[in-house]
């Protein structure tokens, strides 16, 4: 039995009065890729950022297993623009208190391809902004990768570069949760797919069960 | 303490990155201080009076005894007053339109008078009601009084001349009419001639005269003296030397580098907190990267790191154009440090308004436009007279800017300035653990 590295129960979140998510329940296991679909207001990022720490749930509990690391890569990219992307690593490998920060940072500019990069974050295509983005979430070698519609801005090459970085995760026994509006990636790369509408879980299972009028 | 420093390192880079705002952070203060010195510079200016005089009654020339007197030249270069000749109905217009703040109108027998000496002739000063009416009456009173002290002179220079022609004798003319004096020391030489005369009651004669005149000469003697001293009882001499300018002055100082600074601060304070929030990083900072309380700590240090380095960029260049203008007294250089602990305290209790505006503004133009609208109105505030509105006086009490700018003139030219530094300096740290306490609570929103 795989073991549970990432644990949400019940959590939901509201913003004023208004509910952006109901409680909701989910695990990722260990070596598990699981995808969440749903429309755009659906809840997904709110779930993600929970599940990341970056948003304090209004009710329920998120509890990871010990020594699990947690990366997250939001849909909007979230970086310094006035700084380049090895800055913006070293920054953030550095708050984090990492123990070996320039080699952390060169491990994850190699693994987005920016290696080579000497820009500011603001010079660089919308495309490469989101791979500094996702290498920030690669600092310290996360065994759950939280990853918000992390393709909607890569080309085809980038693409297979994410899901190669994924697999080698799941087959390294991590997690993965990622959030999609494409249904035939869903079906490509996840184990799981969790389908949220107005806040609330309308699906829950393999992907390929999935069809859109059995929501 | 750590996370911190690293943030902060990460902003000071930012800000050497931006040109255009690090150039904006330099000239502003400077530009700031130029139009406040402006403003106080027109305090001492020359007000634009109109000079009416269609009968030219001003004499150009004004003989008394030796001396000539120019009343119009004297006018002409009053530096009281800037004095523009014109016609009355030119000068009811320009009073009317306030192009002219009073007009002097000189009445048609004002030379008769003067040179009459048989009644003090007038001046007419004719002033509007509006706030510069008390101002002008008061530089037109020092131009008379000078003019009038001027003419003194002459007239006792004249008398004096009389005086002395009357002791030693001689040649001299009244109006026109020339004449001829014996004088008393001459007189009393032909007495002591004829005190040897063989005639005992011509010489018992000649001494009584003659030891008359010795007293009438001792007693004319001192007339001088006695014209001067009952003419200026207390008299006022004026020394100049070269003082600071306007731009220079002590309190334009404090005053400058208190605005130049909480403008600088505020605005910045504002802009930084809520600049994390549209680079989209504070979810990221939430995950156990940064608190809340260690980045509103990290802006308000920031601010006050760059507000302080301002302020100190500011006291040097005055003082360097105060020591290249020989300016008396010259800069305290050291009083600098004084002035450090001052720009430090006073930047920190800005910086922390401002990153509260930030927090509560939540979004950058907003939070600069709401920063400006709120700190002009409270600098302003503070300048409220003590004692004239209570409730202007609380208010402006309770924003950072009286406290600083009292605080930064006491640290220069204050000659006990510990007092007013500490307690303008506990309001100023007071303000600002106070407005840090709400940015903090307030940066919740920021999260959402």
Known sequence: MPEVLLSARRVARRFGRRVVLEPIDLDLAEGEVVALGGPNGAGKSTLIAILAGALAPSGGDVAAAEPTRVGWMPQQPALYSRLTPRENLELFARLAGLAAPEAAVGRALEAVGLAEEERRAAELSVGNVQRLNLAIGLLGEPHVLLLDEPTASLDVAQRQRLWLLVDGLRAAGGAVLFATHNLEEARRTADRLLVLQDGRAVYAGPPGDYREESA | ?448
């Open chain 2, 1 to 448: 303490m750590r996370r911190v420093a690293l943030l902060l390192g990460k902003d000071i880079r930012t800000l050497g990155r931006m040109p255009a705002l690090a150039l904006a952070l330099v000239a502003y203060p400077l530009v700031i201080a130029l139009v406040v010195g402006l403003v106080v510079r027109y305090a001492g200016e020359r007000p634009r009076v109109a000079l009416v005089d269609e009968k030219g009654s001003l004499p150009g020339l004004l003989v008394v005894g030796e001396t000539r007197f120019d009343v119009k030249s004297r006018f002409d270069q009053a530096t009281e007053v800037d004095l523009v000749p014109m016609s009355l109905a030119q000068a009811e217009r320009e009073l009317d339109t306030g192009r002219v703040v009073a007009a002097l109108i000189v009445p048609p027998d004002f030379i008769t008078k003067l040179r009459g000496l048989r009644e003090s002739p007038t001046l007419v000063l004719r002033t509007t009601r509006g706030g510069l009416g008390t101002r002008v009456v008061e530089k037109m009173r020092s131009l008379v009084y000078s003019t009038n002290l001027e003419l003194q002179q002459s007239y006792i220079d004249a008398n004096l001349a009389a005086v002395d022609l009357l002791l030693r004798g001689g040649s001299g003319t009244i109006g026109r009419t020339p004449f001829t004096l014996l004088g008393i020391r001459r007189a009393r030489e032909q007495l002591r001639a004829l005190e040897r005369a063989p005639d005992p009651e011509v010489a018992a004669r000649a001494r009584e005269l003659d030891t008359f005149m010795g007293q009438l000469q001792g007693a004319v003697g001192q007339v001088g003296s006695f014209l001067r001293a009952t003419a200026n009882p207390i008299e006022l001499v004026q020394e100049e030397q070269a003082g600071r300018t306007w731009l220079l002055s002590a309190q334009v100082q404090g005053y400058a580098l208190a605005l130049a600074l909480a403008f600088v601060t505020v605005l910045l304070g504002a802009g930084a907190l809520v600049a994390e929030r549209e680079e989209n990083v504070l979810g990221r900072l939430a995950r156990g990267l940064a608190g809340l309380g260690q980045l509103v700590a990290e802006k308000v240090t920031f601010v006050a790191l760059v507000g302080t380095a301002l302020g100190f960029v500011l006291a040097v260049v005055f003082g360097i154009i105060v020591e290249v203008g020989d300016v008396s007294g010259g800069e305290p250089w050291l009083r600098l440090p004084l002035l450090l602990v001052g720009l430090v305290l006073a930047a920190v209790a800005f910086g922390s308004f401002g990153v509260l505006i930030g927090a509560l503004a939540r979004e950058a133009a907003t939070a600069t436009l709401v920063a400006f609208l709120v700190a002009l109105p409270l600098t302003l505030l503070a300048l409220v007279p003590a004692g004239s509105i209570a409730a202007a006086e609380w208010i402006g009490a309770l924003f950072p800017f009286g406290h600083a700018q009292t605080a930064l003139s006491a640290a220069l030219y204050d000659e006990r300035p510990a007092g007013t530094l500490v307690r303008q300096g506990a309001w100023l740290v007071g303000l600002g653990l106070a407005y840090g306490t709400a940015a903090r609570v307030a940066a919740r929103r920021l999260l959402g």
